[in-house]
C-alpha cells in the first residue's frame, strides 16, 4: 500500500497533538532530555495504541463552572 501526502500529514498532525499533550511544564521541569524522549515516545505509543489521549484542557469538568 502506497502512502501519500495526505496519509502522512494526517500522521504527522496527530503525533504533534500528542507531543503538545506531553510537553506540560510538570514532565518538561521533571525528566531529563534524553529520559524526556523516551516518556515522550512510550505517552505517543500508549496515546496512539490506545485510541487516543484527550489534552486536560478539554476534559477538566471544573473549567465549565
Known amino acids: 500500500m502506497k502512502t501519500n501526502m495526505h496519509d502522512t500529514a494526517g500522521i504527522q498532525r496527530i503525533v504533534n497533538r500528542y507531543k503538545a499533550i506531553f510537553r506540560i511544564p510538570e514532565n518538561l521541569n521533571f525528566y ?7 516518556a515522550e515516545r512510550k505517552f505517543l505509543k500508549f496515546a496512539i495504541m490506545n485510541g487516543g489521549f484527550d489534552s486536560p484542557q478539554t ?7
Open 32 to 38: 531529563s532530555r534524553e529520559d524526556l524522549l523516551t
Open 59 to 65: 476534559t477538566d469538568t471544573f473549567s465549565a463552572q
